[in-house]
Nanobody, 124 residues
Framework: VQLEESGGGSVQAGGSLRLSCVTS????????MAWFRQAPGKEREGIAAINSWKTTSYADSVKGRFTISQPIAKKSLALQMNNLNPEDTAVYFC???????????????????WGQGIQVTVSS
C-alpha cells in the first residue's frame, strides 16, 4: 500500500471533515497529489489537486468549501471539507504521481498511485 486515507465518516449537512493521506513508502516523494471521489453509479471525479509549489486546482463543485494542502511537502495530503452537503457523499481517494505538473491535473489518467478510499457520508 503506497497511500492511506483517514478522517472519513458521517456528518450532518453543514458540518466539516478533514481527510488525511500519508504514504507508507518512506523513499517516495510526490510533487503532485490529488483528491478524487466516487459516488455510487457515478464516475470518479477529481475534486482538488496540488503541486509542490502549492499551486492548487479545484472542481467547481467544491470550490470555496474544500481546501487541499500538503502538510508535509511531497509526502502527505489533506483535504479540509467545510459546509458539506449530501451531494458530497462518496468514497474519497488520495492519488499521487512522481511527475511534476505546473498546473496540477484532476484527471485520474495522470495518477498512478492510489489509496484504497474512505467513505464520507453527509446526511440532510
Amino acid at each position: 500500500v503506497q497511500l492511506e486515507e483517514s478522517g472519513g465518516g458521517s456528518v450532518q449537512a453543514g458540518g466539516s471533515l478533514r481527510l488525511s493521506c500519508v504514504t507508507s513508502n518512506v523513499t517516495a516523494t510526490w510533487p503532485v497529489m490529488a483528491w478524487f471521489r466516487q459516488a455510487p453509479g457515478k464516475e470518479r471525479e477529481g475534486i482538488a489537486a496540488i503541486n509542490s509549489w502549492k499551486t492548487t486546482s479545484y472542481a467547481d463543485s467544491v470550490k470555496g468549501r474544500f481546501t487541499i494542502s500538503q502538510p508535509i511537502a511531497k509526502k502527505s495530503l489533506a483535504l479540509q471539507m467545510n459546509n458539506l452537503n449530501p451531494e458530497d457523499t462518496a468514497v474519497y481517494f488520495c492519488a499521487a504521481t512522481p511527475d511534476y505538473y505546473s498546473h496540477p491535473p484532476r484527471s485520474p489518467d495522470y495518477y498512478g498511485y492510489w489509496g484504497q478510499g474512505i467513505q464520507v457520508t453527509v446526511s440532510s
